[in-house]
């Protein structure tokens, strides 16, 4: 044996995994007949869906370099490949074009069954392998088990077992919300979310509005129900804590009347208000202690709109048992001297030079407070939606130009619904606010990955059942990577789509890509 042999083979030793047995593939587009999934049903996307399809579920499973076949479609080469059927010289050509080890190109057919076949040609040997599965009703469980039998030539990766959850506990989502003229702003910004946000299946829901005039308590409902309920409904008045409070002790006899032997759900209260003090006689705090005693989880989220002493009932009110949550208003302003952001926190207005998105974490070294005293006392009543009037008004400054005024109330809502004892307790990766297909939710990913609000992506994931997330589904943290392929259409998910291929499958796992924006990360 020479010795540059043995110094080539030694050299092969020591290169990583990786680099030492560097497969590559190109999947070709493919031939699709018979019925698709409606997002590429009618279109021309068809031959590609089927090689990008190949694609994820080949990195999916498998250590293999895959190179994308064709940039643009307009090329001329491709059309040589869209054909039926393609010849042994037409794959011998894709060898050559791509310089590849192996050319993959599929052929499916959906009618009462699924069946794709596989040609595999080994561009070293320039023969071909064919390969066929059919299946009933499920195109991803089909394309897994043809990429299980038709790439045995390169190593699989390493899969970590996971322990699926079942028969989650029922819940009851109730909303305790301020039915007064001022929070008309919140009032829509909760609707929206209520009708973003993916709920699991099992949830039932509960409307409570209060106000001066009294409080109507819902029946239990579901969403598509409580939406219904609330067009329903007309604001009026005003509202203060003790307006609260009657309505907590009438949904707490309703509750108990209504409770039953057996499995007991889990209950979860989240109060939505701007209401100031009113009768200082204790009322809403042991309203608050009072739920919590038959066992609900109890959330203020609170609107402030006056000055910082409105806020101490709220407070004092959350001590009692439960989660106290500030909305903080601000607003990009430009006058002749400079431009600032306005931030409305606490009950009280700051300026700061940084430039805010919402759910942005505020820098408190540089935040300057705007004395108010003078023009406003403690108790007044202010409005988080003028800021650039208030601002002009204390400090007689001319506001030349602004931007609508945000707030945190998304964030601080999804936090509200989505967070439980077991998902904080037990994960310490990092969690992110995204927003997929026009709808927003939570999504774990690993502690070292590099997140930033406003980063738009593509992420591969796996999805589980989970009874401990409003949304009966959850992220493996671990699973989580960055897609570097184009992503088929067809696999593009959110947790409404998952739980519904569930349903449709009685399967609990699901393989899948999250194309969206993070709108917030989650502190620690």
């Known amino acids: 044996m020479s010795k540059n042999f043995c110094l080539y083979w030694t050299f092969l030793l020591i290169l990583p995994i990786g680099d030492a047995i560097a497969t590559t593939i190109v999947f070709l587009p493919g031939s699709w007949q018979g019925l698709a999934p409606q997002v590429i049903e009618g279109t021309t996307e068809k031959p590609f869906e089927l090689a990008r399809l190949g694609q994820f579920y080949a990195n999916n499973a498998y250590s293999v370099k895959i190179k994308e076949a064709f940039s643009n479609r307009a090329e001329v080469e491709m059309q040589d490949y869209l054909r039926p059927q393609l010849s042994k010289e037409s794959f011998k050509n894709a060898c050559l074009q791509f310089k590849t080890d192996y050319v993959v190109r599929d052929a499916i057919e959906i009618q009462t069954n699924i069946r794709i076949d596989r040609t595999v040609f080994d561009c070293n040997l320039y023969r071909w392998e064919e390969f066929s599965v059919v299946g009933k009703k499920d195109l991803f469980e089909v394309f897994e088990r043809l990429t299980r039998n038709s790439l045995l030539f390169v190593p699989r990766k390493s899969q970590k077992d996971v322990k699926i959850e079942s028969k989650p506990l029922p819940q009851i989502q109730i909303f305790v919300v301020d039915g007064s003229f001022s929070f008309a702003p919140e ?100 309203a608050i202690e009072a739920l919590r005693q038959i066992g609900c989880k109890v959330t203020i989220l609170y609107s402030s709109y006056s000055g910082p002493e409105s806020r101490r009932a709220q407070k004092e009110a959350s001590i009692r048992g439960a989660d106290f949550k500030e909305v903080t208003y601000f607003q990009r302003i430009a006058t002749n001297r400079d431009s600032k952001t306005l931030v409305f926190q606490g009950g009280r207005l700051y300026v700061t030079p940084q430039v805010l998105a919402s759910g942005a974490e505020i820098d408190e070294s540089v935040l300057e407070k705007v004395d108010m005293s003078g023009v406003y006392s403690s108790g007044d009543n202010l409005n988080p939606w003028a800021l650039s009037s208030l601002y002009e008004e204390i400090r007689k400054e001319k506001v030349i130009s602004s931007e609508p005024v945000r707030s945190n109330f998304a964030s601080l809502f999804g936090k509200s619904v989505t967070n439980t004892s077991k998902e904080s307790g037990s994960f310490s990766g990092k969690r992110a606010l995204v927003k997929a297909k026009g709808k927003a939710f939570w999504m774990q990913f690993p502690s070292f990955f590099e997140l930033s609000e406003g980063k738009k992506g593509v992420w591969k994931t796996t999805f589980l059942s989970s009874p401990y997330s409003s949304e009966a589904v959850e992220t493996l943290p671990e699973s989580v990577e960055n897609y570097p392929y184009s992503p088929p259409k067809t696999l593009d998910c959110d947790p409404s789509i998952v739980r519904n291929y569930f349903q449709n499958t009685e399967k609990s796992k699901f393989d899948c890509l999250v194309r969206g924006e993070i709108l917030e990360i989650a502190r620690p």
């Open 187 to 286: 009032r829509r910004e909760f609707m929206s979310q209520i009708e973003a946000f993916s709920w699991r299946p099992e949830t039932k829901f509960r409307l409570a509005i209060f106000g001066e005039s009294g409080s109507k308590i819902y029946p239990e409902s579901t969403r598509k129900e409580m939406i219904a309920q609330w067009k329903e409904w007309k604001p009026a008045g005003k509202s203060v804590t003790s307006d609260i409070a009657n309505a907590l002790v009438r949904l707490r006899r309703i509750l108990i009347s209504q409770d039953k032997m057996g499995t007991k759900p889990v209950l979860s209260v989240i109060i939505l208000t701007n209401a100031k003090e009113g009768k200082s006689d204790g009322s809403y705090s042991a």
